[in-house]
């Protein structure tokens, strides 16, 4: 028998059996891929590779500059820290320094307080041995401030030299240069002290802005260097809000009127001041003036006036009899 065979049909078509694959690519849905899309794809997946490497080293860059800011903020703030340190160690030293040389000038001094409440006795010949310079001493009973007071050619002689010569953050209580010595010799004699953080020198002064702190003191010594000695108290305490007052270095007036005006004008800037310092000034023809730094608005100064103890009693005391002859004139004429 023969090989079978089928034979052709009507509406049978020629077909290869390769077309069948070739018409499947190209059946619907089917987008056959070009070699620039190709491409494409591979640039985006290039790209999509870069962006994760990124993504995954940002929070690292991060972290190294957090850690580089840390390093400068420590480093900055031990330097502030060790240069603070070193400031405020060096304050204090120059503190003692000072200290040191005002006890080493008491000592010299031989300062002796006498027990009847008179003044205080001084050696002013040692005194004079260690600098010449040297007009006085003041002293406010019952505060720190007994210091021994100078006179330079200039007001900065001694503002932050020693009596020695050496320098000295607190320099020496000192006679305005302007001032005839040895002080208490002009209308108005001014003495100026700093006021130094640690409390020493005029600091005390300052404090005494407060009424209930300058009604604390009753006595304020002046002795000159010729063994004289004056027996003052506070007429006043006003604040200078400036490191200057064209009115403060005022030392001679024309006439007893002039200056009682000027200490009028004195009493009303005062934030301290006696009871009855208005009649007291009626009576007054010579202050000592005493002078620190003020810091409660900025560089500022305080100022104290003194009055001589004999002036202010003589001043209240005229007025009390005026005022008791007055009373006596008055009854007497009520009575007629």
């Not at 050619?153 to 240069?177: H, I, M, P, W």
């Not at 260097?225 to 030392?251: C, G, H, Q, V």
């Not at 003020?294 to 209240?316: I, Q, W």
Request: proline residues 3%.
């Amino acid at each position: 028998m023969g090989k079978h065979t089928r034979s052709r049909q009507p509406g049978d078509t020629a077909q290869s059996p390769a077309v069948a694959p070739a018409l499947e690519r190209g059946a619907v849905g089917f987008e056959p891929l070009t070699s620039a899309q190709d491409a494409s794809a591979g640039a985006r997946a290039s790209h999509d590779r870069r962006e994760a490497v990124g993504a995954s080293q940002r929070p690292r860059r991060k972290h190294r500059l957090r850690n580089v800011l840390s390093t400068v903020f420590l480093v900055v703030g031990i330097a502030l820290l060790a240069t603070a340190g070193y400031l405020y160690f060096h304050a204090q030293s120059e503190y003692s320094h000072t200290r040191q040389s005002n006890e080493k000038l008491q000592k010299v001094a031989n300062v002796q307080v006498s027990e009847d409440n008179g003044a205080p006795k001084i050696d002013f010949a040692a005194l004079e041995a260690v600098n010449d310079d040297i007009v006085g001493w003041v002293d406010v009973v019952g505060t720190s401030m007994s210091f021994p007071v100078y006179q330079g050619k200039t007001n900065n002689t001694y503002l932050r030299t020693s009596a020695t010569g050496e320098y000295s953050v607190g320099g020496q209580v000192f006679l305005d240069c302007k001032n005839t010595k040895p002080g208490m010799v002009d209308a108005q004699s001014l003495i100026y002290g700093h006021h130094l953080n640690d409390g020493q020198m005029f600091a005390p002064l300052d404090d005494l802005k407060k009424q209930e702190n300058f009604d604390k003191v009753k006595t304020v010594w002046y002795v000159d260097r010729n063994n004289k000695a004056w027996e003052l108290e506070p007429l006043l305490l006003y604040i200078i809000k400036s490191d200057y007052d064209d009115d403060l270095r005022t030392f001679t007036f024309a006439s007893n009127d002039e200056f009682h005006a000027y200490l009028g004008k004195m009493l009303a800037k005062a934030v301290a001041k006696r009871s009855d310092a208005q009649q007291v000034i009626g009576g007054t023809s010579h202050v000592l003036t005493l002078v620190t730094c003020n810091y409660d608005f900025g560089h500022g100064r305080a100022v104290m006036l003194c009055v001589p103890k004999s002036e202010a009693a003589a001043a209240t005391g005229a007025q009390a009899q005026d005022a008791s002859t007055s009373g006596a004139t008055s009854g007497t004429t009520n009575g007629s």
